[in-house]
């Protein structure tokens, strides 16, 4: 039986547009990502994920402690819920939620927030100055890991922090040490120009992606190892997190960071097929039907307009991925409430059946679904609610 016979068997009860989760293929790329990972610990990326029961079922594996969130809210929620050691990697400027954290000693002590200058600081001081008996801030400094050469003239990486070498670090590390209700407990520098750019490419440009990638590392390893010596002179650093799923077997080999985060690489969406490291499993898929047949070899099917962030572009659309064969009309792309299919795949294919899609991206898949049905061989063994299933959308 083949993978779509599998899973239009599993489902045949459900109507689409509906998504779902192939345990063992989750199985297989968490315990590819552990292997990777080198003993060191992984912290799972939440916004990766987006279901509370996928979090913990991935937390019970071995290799991964720790959860990192993408906004306070969220962090909040989680833990309220019992998730322990919730790291938001993104700093927050939500006044309510920082006077939630203040006021909540489990809270307090479970999570910790992101900073990279002393406005931050300045902001959480501001939204807690009314709470009675406000507890300590749990504080990470963000820094920067994008690769910059050629005198400035080049640089790949995202931009975010504004802190980039050991004497900025250093300062800003002994400005929070100071600080009364604060306190620094971890570093994070995310080299996205090696995690998320996926390396298995061909002609020039994957040749300048692999010359620039390994030309970062060399960098990095020093400058963060510098950045980690002098921020622990001011400081006893709980942690230092690094990395992504698509760098885990080169982030761990640095001895200055302690954990990696990840979690694209449960799901294994489409972006994730092209790193020469790594092979993953597609885990989570979503199902559209097909409603009409404006020609032989071509389809359309309700919906699928679900573009992933980041620069706009063909690689940030859901991929047709069972049957094989199909393709997107290029004046119409992925429509929002319904999108041609063509190919010859698509003679083969009826009113009601089912095409098959990856999303480009990991989580926001689950901004589309309420559920993830849960699937273990030919059987849906559960259903599971997304993030947008219990009501709640963070971004």
């Known amino acids: 039986m083949d993978e779509r016979q599998r899973y239009d068997r599993a489902t045949a009860e459900l109507d689409p547009p509906f998504a779902i989760l192939d345990l063992a293929a989750l199985r297989d790329n968490a315990a590819s990502m552990a292997r990777r990972a080198g003993g060191k610990a992984i912290r799972v990326a939440s916004k990766s994920v987006r279901s509370r029961a996928v979090l913990r079922s991935v937390l019970r594996m071995d290799g991964f402690a720790g959860v990192m969130a993408f906004t306070l809210p969220e962090a909040l929620w989680l833990a309220a819920d019992g998730f322990t050691d919730i790291l ?7 006044r309510q939620a920082l006077a939630r954290l ?11 927030v992101m900073a990279d200058c002393s406005e931050h600081l300045d902001l959480i001081d501001e939204a807690t100055a009314g709470v009675p008996s406000r507890h300590e801030i749990r504080i990470c400094l963000d820094i920067d890991a994008a690769f910059v050469a050629l005198a400035g003239r080049m640089r790949a990486g995202v931009l975010r922090s504004p802190v980039r070498d050991p004497h900025q670090a250093a300062d800003l590390a002994a400005v929070v040490a100071k600080r ?5 407990v971890g570093l994070m520098a995310y080299e996205a120009q090696i995690a998320g750019v996926g390396d298995r490419v061909p002609g020039p440009y994957g040749r300048a992606v692999r010359w620039m990638q390994a030309r970062s590392q060399r960098e990095l390893i020093v400058r963060r190892g510098r950045i980690v010596e002098a921020v622990r002179q001011v400081a006893d650093l709980e942690f230092v997190n690094g990395g992504g799923t698509g760098s885990l077997e080169k982030t761990t080999r640095e001895k200055a960071v302690t954990e990696i985060a ?9 972006l994730f097929d092209f790193y020469r490291g790594f092979t993953g499993r597609p885990a989570a898929l979503f199902a559209l039907p097909v409603v009409r047949r404006p020609a032989p070899e071509v389809v359309t099917v309700l919906g699928g307009g679900y573009h992933a ?3 706009p572009g063909a690689s940030r659309l859901p991929q047709p991925y069972l049957p094989a064969g199909l393709r997107y009309d290029e004046r119409e792309g992925a429509g929002e409430v319904q999108t041609p299919l063509l190919g010859r795949a698509a003679h083969e294919l009826r009113i009601g059946d089912r095409v098959w899609f990856r999303h480009a991206k990991a989580g ?7 559920a993830l049905h849960l699937i273990e061989g030919d059987q849906m063994v559960e259903t599971v609610p997304t993030y947008r299933g219990e009501g709640k959308t963070f971004l």
């Not at 938001?88 to 939500?94: Q, R």
């Not at 926001?364 to 309420?370: A, N």
């Open 88 to 94: 938001v990697a993104y700093p927050t400027a939500d």
């Open 102 to 112: 203040a006021g909540d000693a489990r809270a307090a002590r479970e999570i910790t």
């Open 180 to 184: 009364p209700g604060f306190r620094l």
């Open 262 to 270: 990840a979690g694209s690489g449960f799901y294994h969406p489409r």
């Open 309 to 311: 962030s980041g620069s």
């Open 364 to 370: 926001e898949l689950c901004e589309r679904f309420d």
